[in-house]
């Protein structure tokens, strides 16, 4: 891996350059408001790099909330035309746990059958990821995340306070910086470390997370499930604002004029109330608890069998969406610990 360095008004003048330029379009975290959420770069005057997190995931650009994926005209089988639209992209300032969740969500699109409409989007892009800048009291990353960030990351970011460090970790990252300032590194591996490591976790998950599958196995009929679903809405607010959740529905609309139709695709969530009702009515997730524990198993249990790394990337936004403040998994946990 090639480490570098660029100041930060260089930086911004090459993110400038590629916002007029190139054939991509330049994503990158702008202020809504208080919050903080990814758009398309207009100006580099609109791009923060000094954010805490952002409201959704990058995810957002790979399954979209809702996409079209074919078009068709009903009763006219030849009619059928898959749509894929996948622009080239570019992602700045992606942080490490944002990058860590799009290694689950390329596992679980690639797995078996390939879905072309996800993976095409990820091959047109480039994640230009950087280690965070300022504390957001939800975040537990570090506690669960190993080197995931590097199997996504095209290129990361160091904040050195007047420069960036700048680690190209793939061919595709060395070709997107050609062009701009970037020099020959100055900074100590001393001095990169504790920047990456400036931003401190104040919360930690309370079990090993290579225990955790088991332990829920153990903890199946605990009373945490019960409680702490009573006290949930049903929003989803959780489950739709989570970077590693990649659930979706399918259904197809037609125009009122009945001459066009298409096959979409938009977000679900294990935790609204429908979304285990089979064809002939039933619910059998009907109660909050199972539901609520459905999601932590997933998240805990499932997906680290199927593809070895846990679940959930610690980024917090479940814990500061949730309007009954249950849905953090360090409070599921320690909650579970604390009533044995």
């Not at 960030?149 to 420069?163: E, R, S, T």
Request: proline letters at 4%; aromatic letters at 12%; one cysteine or more.
């Amino acid at each position: 891996m090639e480490v570098l360095k660029i100041s930060k008004d260089d930086f911004r003048s090459f993110v400038q350059k590629k916002i007029e330029n190139s054939d991509q379009r330049t994503i990158g975290v702008v202020k809504k408001g208080s919050h903080f959420a990814y758009a398309d770069l207009e100006s580099v005057e609109d791009m923060q790099m000094d954010y805490n997190v952002t409201m959704l995931p990058p995810k957002k650009y790979f399954q979209p909330p809702k996409e079209i994926l074919l078009k068709f005209k009903p009763k006219d089988a030849s009619s059928y035309v898959a749509v894929n639209q996948c622009d080239k992209i570019a992602l700045i300032g992606v942080h490490y746990y944002d990058l860590a969740s799009l290694f689950l969500m390329d596992k679980a699109f690639s797995d078996g059958e390939r879905d072309e409409h996800y993976m095409k989007k990820r091959e047109n892009s480039v994640m230009v990821g950087m280690y965070p800048t300022k504390y957001f009291k939800y975040r537990f990353a570090k506690s669960v995340l190993r080197d995931q960030a590097y199997k996504v990351a095209d290129i990361m970011l160091v904040d050195m306070g007047d420069d960036y460090v700048v680690e190209v970790v793939s061919e595709k990252g060395r070709e997107y910086i050609d062009g701009g300032n970037f020099v020959e590194n100055k900074y100590s591996l001393l001095e990169i470390d504790e920047a990456k490591n400036k931003i401190k976790d104040d919360q930690r998950i309370p079990v090993p997370i290579e225990l955790i599958p088991e332990y829920l196995v153990k903890n199946h009929g605990h009373k945490v499930w019960e409680d702490f679903g009573n006290k949930c809405f049903s929003c989803g607010s959780c489950v739709l604002v989570c970077p590693t959740c990649y659930c979706f529905d399918v259904s197809e609309e037609v125009e009122l004029s009945l001459q066009n139709g298409t096959r979409v695709r938009t977000w679900d969530g294990c935790m609204l109330e429908d979304f285990a009702v089979c064809g002939d009515g039933h619910n059998f997730r009907k109660e909050k608890g199972a539901r609520f524990r459905h999601r932590m198993f997933r998240k805990g249990k499932g997906l680290p069998e199927k593809f070895h790394s846990f679940g959930c990337v610690g980024c917090g936004r479940c814990a500061y969406s949730c309007a009954s403040d249950i849905a953090g998994p360090v409070k599921i946990l320690k909650y579970m610990e604390d009533n044995k």
